[in-house]
């Protein structure tokens, strides 16, 4: 079953695709808005999923959007497998629906902001083929100690965090970034002097590297 989700072109006839995964407590419009930001030579279809409503045990189990479920405020902790795996399933077959329309998977990149960029980060590692590109935005490689399952290293991956970030700490960031340039990916690594946001900063360095990967820089 494909999640429900939001779908935009940025003009006709795409031939890229951006699945972007939102945080958590959050659903996709969190960043349709960024689109009015994001000026990219080419169309691409923006593909924004919501995520399952789950009770989240941090918060009190209260139920809220979440790619999957968080028991201990040390967020790399009690780590549950169960729901990242099952959300990985689900993003695949949101790459499976844009092959399927056309889009080739190298063609495809996967995008997210905190929970949503951990997801991306642990599903692009397990294709059998590379995509255009990760984006995680505020994140961090979730089952770090599993990699050894992760075969796909070739995806070009784009990191972003804040120096600041009270919710994903800085070190669990860089500690992802080690840990992804010892699996021999190639990271490309950016930080803010910003809380667990979006800046002004990184949206213009979002869409640098993201047109380099269009194949065009205006």
């Known amino acids: 079953m494909i999640l429900p989700h939001i779908a935009l072109e940025s003009g006709k006839n795409p031939q890229y695709s951006v699945i972007w995964l939102h945080g958590l407590g959050a659903d996709g419009h ?3 808005p960024m689109l009015d930001e994001l000026k990219l030579p080419v169309a691409v279809r923006f593909i924004f999923p919501h995520a399952p409503k789950i009770p989240v ?3 009190g189990g ?6 999957y479920d968080i028991a201990d405020p040390a967020i790399d902790a009690q780590q549950d497998e169960a729901g990242i795996r099952a959300s990985q399933a689900a993003i695949e077959a949101l790459i499976a629906q844009e092959v399927a329309r056309g889009i080739p998977a190298q063609h495809i990149f996967l995008a997210g902001f905190s929970q949503g960029g951990a997801i991306a980060l642990h599903t692009a590692l397990r294709l059998n083929g ?3 590109g990760v ?3 505020s994140a961090y490689l979730p089952l770090a100690e599993l990699t050894a399952e992760a075969t796909c290293h070739a995806t070009p991956i784009f990191m972003a965090h804040g120096r600041s970030d009270p919710v994903v700490p800085y070190a669990l960031g860089i500690a992802s970034r080690e ?3 010892e699996l021999q990916c190639a990271v490309e690594w950016h930080e803010y002097a910003m809380q667990h946001s979006v800046c002004a900063a990184e949206l213009i360095d979002i869409q640098a590297w993201l047109t380099d990967r269009l194949g065009s820089r205006k």
């Open 179 to 181: 840990r992804l340039l």
């Open 135 to 137: 984006l995680a935005l």
């Open 62 to 67: 209260f139920v809220m959007r979440a790619w």
């Open 57 to 59: 045990t941090i918060n």
């Open 130 to 132: 590379p995509l255009a």
């Open 30 to 32: 969190d960043f349709v």
